[in-house]
């Protein structure tokens, strides 16, 4: 059949895209941005993309269009949808029908970390010879791909607790109904659907609900916010991480780049990899708690994951021109800019980091995350943020208590002269933004050559 997919450069609804396409369908999708790394991906898969959402798109009529969840009422295509009488369903109501429908699924789900976690998960059942389907929100390195069907009943998605689309406000991730679940962290995010961290702490109780009782829930130990959500009622077994938690870390190195790996107070394995910081330590405590669940031994986890490559824009090392590093990184709220600024400062000890933000999310242009955003760059030498104009709130003031030196630029232009003119060979700048950032990496580059 055709299936047309509204909002298709998103990066959920460009891996449903490629699932589409890999059932045999005909796909095609329209969207008002369309960047790398989705656009990329999708063309090589052979799917044609048009820019903006015209009706004339959807003409001749496709069987089906899945509408993205970022599309609202007023939308020409939407509106077109609905007169017409189209047939439509959400992105995750699709994917349950036709994907997940009686498979053992296994989910990453929470405020940070959802992503890096799952890309880990479905790499160690891959390194066991699981052969995992997957839906990632981002293009594991080790893959090179966001999605697949997989040749098992396993497949691993990324279990986003945003809403469906305008018309089913559930989050994602109650249509998925996962045997096991990883339930990372939990804070505030998504002010522009959530009012308070109650509002999304229900949410994460509704996707606890689904977990039959030969199941598996895996959290933090120190996490209050996923207590008070277990304590709401849940009928499987819950298995801990972190300190206190029945999966924990011994750190052989500060950075986090080497590990032991303990479950019930036994050493498991050693896990000695790429990346840095003691939130990747804690991912990597979930996903060898998951692994388990459907059969790989903790120490064959260990050594998939001292083999894992990161995610494309998780830190994501992008140039070095004349000793200089630029990092392309997804960090958008507080404590991801935070934890990535502390697993870097701890790998490369007093070499100069300049961090480059764009507050880019729907929560951080309501301005939902001013408070903690002066105090996140305070690992790095210097922060430069980027104020657009049509921002909506003042983030010069929001970040005049930084406490380190801090820059507002309102143009690409000005960050590029602001790093080209402090940036001496050694230093390393971290580009944060959850977008394109208007191709800034590639400038930074050509400029500092």
Known sequence: MHIHILGICGTFMGSLAVLA???????????????????????????????????????????????????????PAVEYVLNKGLPYVSGPQWLADHVLQGRWVLAAAGTHGKTTTSSMLAWVLEHAGMSPGFLIGGVPQNFGISARLGGTPFFVVEADEYDSAFFDKRSKFVHYRPRTAILNNLEFDHADIF??????????????????????????ESETALKRVIEMGCWTPVQTTGEGGQWQARLLSEDGSRFEVIFDGEVQGVVEWELTGRHNVNNALATLAAARHVGVLPKQGAEALSEFRSVKRRMEKVAEVNGVTIYDDFAHHPTAIATTLDGLRKRVGDTPIIAVVEPRSNSMKLGAHREGLAESVALADQAIWYAPANLGWDLAATVAGSPVPTTVCDSLEAIIAKVKADAVPGTQVVVMSNGGFGGLHGQLAAALA
């Open 195 to 220: 009012p308070d961290l109650a509002a999304i702490e229900r949410q994460f109780h509704h996707l606890v609900r689904t977990v039959p009782g030969e199941g598996l829930i895996i959290h933090p």
């Open 21 to 75: 396409k890999e059932l045999g369908h005909r796909v095609t999708g329209s969207d008002a941005n369309v960047y790398p790394p989705m656009s990329t991906q999708l063309e090589a898969q052979g799917i044609e993309l048009m820019q903006g959402y015209e009706p004339a798109h959807l003409e001749p009529a496709p069987d089906l269009v899945v509408v993205g969840n970022a599309m609202s009422r007023g939308n």
